[in-house]
């Protein structure tokens, strides 16, 4: 009996143990989908006339309305909090969606943000209010977009233009759903947002892990 108990504590205690923690990590280690493959931007250009993709980026994607000064804190919050910390990483970018029109206030903006830090990888990109009401339908989320036709709450895209957030039990095992981040609660931007695209980025890490591949190449 004494030497059933050894060998249980020896032998299968650690391996259940194993399997516990790491089906944790790996509950951990993924951000659920809300809404797959959504559109690119198809030919859409940024404040800097470049052409600005979602394919193979990791993207916090935005959508401004037509009032874009008035949500220039907001854009702050999220460069102090979200920009600073993960623009190292090469595949990472912001992008908000602007009317045009707003190219001015878009202006002024990324002057006062570059006086805090350098924003080479925010761009806000423009397009009429038509294809930007449709891009947002097909992104299919419950939250609509406010009568400036804007919205404060920014959205992670991965590298394959998949919606992700949060939906399902959390870890508190209760029903959770989040689909955006409200850049105006700093809170939320510091606690729960950076989580969750750390989160991204060690799936991403785990997959080159698997592949051999070299992060450093990939920035990660």
Known sequence: MKKNLVLFVLFILPIVAYLFFASGVDGFTKLPTITEKIPDLGKWKSHDNEAIHLQGKITILGFSGNDVYSKRGNYFNLSQKIYKRYSEFKDFQIVI???????????????KLKTV????????????Q?????????????????????????????????LR????????????????????????????????????????????????????????
């Open 117 to 128: 830090s350098e924003m080479k990888k925010m761009h806000f990109v423009f397009a009429n």
């Open 165 to 220: 957030g949060r939906k399902g039990l959390n870890k508190k095992n209760e029903e959770e759903y989040k689909e955006g981040y409200n850049t105006s609660l700093v809170s939320e931007l510091h606690n729960e947002m950076t989580d969750d695209v750390k989160i991204i980025l060690a799936e991403y890490r785990l997959a080159l892990k698997k592949n051999n591949a070299d992060r450093k190449k990939y920035g990660l």
């Open 97 to 111: 969606v602007a009317p045009v029109g707003t190219e001015k206030q878009v202006d002024s903006v990324m002057t």
């Open 130 to 162: 038509n294809e930007i009401d449709a891009f947002y339908k097909s992104m299919k989320l419950q939250e609509q977009l406010d009568v400036e036709k804007g919205t404060p709450n920014v959205f992670i895209i991965d590298k394959e233009k998949n």
